[in-house]
């Protein structure tokens, strides 16, 4: 699907003509659809410094080549306010009147779904960098992988396959409890396929409990689950409901380890929880232990930036930039459905999360996991898992 008003823009950038009321240079717009307000704002915030860290790497050294022209990169940034259907109405925002080539992100699992329709039905390519729930890049009705929407992490089915392996494995652990919200997509999807994987390791679930969003008292969720006797509590939710489940479960007399998912890995969870969540452990896309060049060179620049290490969600937002612009560079012209089938085709990429590999016909990046403790006040990297 090509987009005129782009097409017609770039040229006449490039001929120099007066009167177009454009920049100076050749230029590819990219919109990002990210939280910056509502129940996650660091999500928001750590992802746009990700992808603006890798734009400002490419602009910097001249530009992004395309078709043997140089385009300097415009990130739209815009805020869904973590709601579903506002991501919905920022993807048709970007995409039908901003006239973007491509569009990263939404991070939630809740706000990535929707979105993701969007854009399939636009016909514009989306990588969502954080969403592991398996309906982001598929098409419920067919079943089969959408044709325009990627995503830059692994899945749910993997995340739980690697956390029950864990806790088997590892930790040593047969009985575990689960407390889950189930009015959110991500946890409700994560609690029910490491159910499964955990079950099927050998282990056993001996209590299953369930909350909404927006509750604030867990008080008779965690007297049956300490009732239950686990040897561990699976809590897979967001930062900001953790450090209350984990301090009223302490209130309770709860001592065993919790285990969380990947929606754990903002370091507010660390300044909320305390004490309550020392020792725990979850599941992430990325450390910034891992000792790959291209990753040391990325915490170096992000640090210098921002005044703080990346998280894995800035880590995604920069991998899924530069799979953009890895695309957009193959397609060699500047046009959506090109740009998807050299996103299709990239048969490997590392990035600073590690080593991307799609199958063919795979929206999913096959690639590892790793565990992650939180210690002495920090994420302090355990294992790899790998796929």
Known sequence: MKFPTLIFSLACIAA?????????EPTIRLGLNVELSGEMP???ASSKNGAQLYVDKINEAGGLEVGGVKYKIELASRDNGAKADQAAAIAQRLISQENVLMMIGPNSSACAIPAAEIAESLQCVMIAP???NPKTTQNVTTGKPKEYVFRGCFTDVFQ???LAKFARNDLKISRAAILYDVASEAPNG???LFKTTFERFGGKVTALETYTTGDRDFSAQLTKIRASEPEVLFLPAY????PLVAQQARRQGITIPFLGSDAWSSPEIIKLGGQDLAGSYFCNHYSTEIGLPEAKAFVEAYTAKFGQAPNDLAALAYDSLGLACESIRSARKLDRKAVRDALSKIPKYEGVTGLFHFD???PDPVKSACILQIKDGKFSWVANVNP
């Open 190 to 192: 994560q609690a029910n």
């Open 130 to 132: 954080w969403s592991t």
């Open 16 to 24: 120099g003509l007066s009167g177009c009321g454009r920049p100076s």
């Open 42 to 44: 660091s999500v928001g």
């Open 239 to 242: 930062y900001n409901d953790v």
């Open 160 to 162: 739980a396959e690697a």
């Open 360 to 362: 063919e016909g795979n």
